[in-house]
C-alpha cells in the first residue's frame, strides 16, 4: 500500500527567502507525481506534474524533483512571497490505469511580510 | 486543462438529512472522482464516477451513503444520505486530463452537519 510523507507539516519563513518541501513514499513504482496548492477551505491548484520518466519541473519560481528510486520528490520554491502562504500538497499516482492518487498530509507554508 | 464548478460551496445541514452537491466540467472528460477532506486531514478518494454505469467505490465507502451519478461526460452529482456530524468535511470532485494524467479539483463543497 502506497504511503506519502510531507516534511515539514508546517513551515514559516521570511519573505524573499528560498525554500524546500520535501516528500517522500514508500513504492517506487509510480505512474507520475503531483504537486498541489491549497488554500484555507478551497479546492486544489496543480502546480505541477512529473511523469515517472522525469527528473524535474519548473514553472516560474517553482522547481520539483523527482527521485523515484529513492522514492523522494521535492519541491523549491523561490523567491518567496506573502501570496506563496498556502498548504502544499504531494500525491502519487501508483502505476496502472487506475487514477487513483495517494496524497500526503501536506506542508502548510507561512511567508511572513 | 479543465475548469470544474461545484455546488454548493458550502452548506450547513441537519443530521439525518441528505445533501447533493454538483460538479460541472467545462468540457468532455473520461475520468471524474469525488475525494473527502476531513477536517485536518488530507484527501482521501470516495469513488470514481463512471458514465452510463455505476460508480466504482474504495474502501470503506458505500453506495447507500455516498449515491453517486454521471449522466454525462461534463456532469456528475454526489449526495451524502443520512448526515452525521461525522460526515462535515470538504468535498471535492477531480477530473484527469488524459493526455498528460494531470488531475483538476473542483473547489470543493464545505458541509457542516449539526
Keep these: 500500500k502506497q504511503e506519502v510523507t510531507q516534511i515539514p507539516a508546517a513551515l514559516s519563513v521570511p519573505e524573499g527567502e528560498n525554500l524546500v518541501l520535501n516528500c517522500s513514499f514508500t513504492d517506487s513504482a509510480i505512474y507520475n507525481l503531483q504537486w498541489f496548492r491549497q488554500d484555507p477551505g478551497k ?7 512529473i511523469q515517472s520518466s522525469q527528473r524535474e519541473q519548473t514553472s516560474g519560481r517553482l522547481n520539483a524533483s523527482l527521485d523515484k528510486s529513492s522514492g523522494r520528490s521535492t519541491l523549491y520554491i523561490a523567491a518567496s ?9 504531494c500525491a502519487v499516482r501508483s502505476g496502472g490505469s487506475n487514477y487513483k492518487l495517494t496524497f500526503g498530509k501536506g506542508t502548510l507554508l507561512t511567508v511572513n511580510p | 486543462s479543465a475548469v ?11 443530521r439525518g438529512t ?19 477532506q476531513q477536517p485536518g486531514q488530507s484527501l482521501t478518494l470516495i469513488a470514481t ?9 474504495e474502501s470503506g465507502f458505500v453506495i447507500d451513503k455516498f449515491p453517486i451519478s454521471r449522466p454525462n461526460l461534463t456532469f456528475s452529482t454526489l449526495t451524502v444520505s443520512n448526515l452525521s456530524p461525522e460526515d462535515s468535511s470538504i468535498y471535492l470532485c477531480s ?3 488524459t493526455g498528460t494524467g494531470e488531475l483538476f479539483f473542483g473547489e470543493g463543497s464545505r458541509l457542516t452537519v449539526l
Aim: aromatic share 8%; proline share 3%; hydrophobic share 35%.
Design chain 1, 43 to 49: 479546492g486544489l491548484t496543480s502546480l505541477l506534474l
Design chain 2, 18 to 36: 441528505s445533501l447533493t452537491i454538483q460538479c460541472q466540467v467545462d468540457s468532455q472528460v473520461t475520468m471524474m472522482f469525488w475525494y473527502r
Design chain 2, 49 to 57: 464516477a463512471n458514465q452510463g454505469s455505476e460508480a466504482t467505490y
Design chain 2, 95 to 97: 477530473v484527469v486530463v
Design chain 2, 4 to 14: 470544474i464548478s461545484q455546488k454548493p460551496s458550502r452548506d450547513i445541514c441537519q
Design chain 1, 81 to 89: 512571497q506573502p501570496g506563496d502562504s498556502a498548504t502544499y500538497l
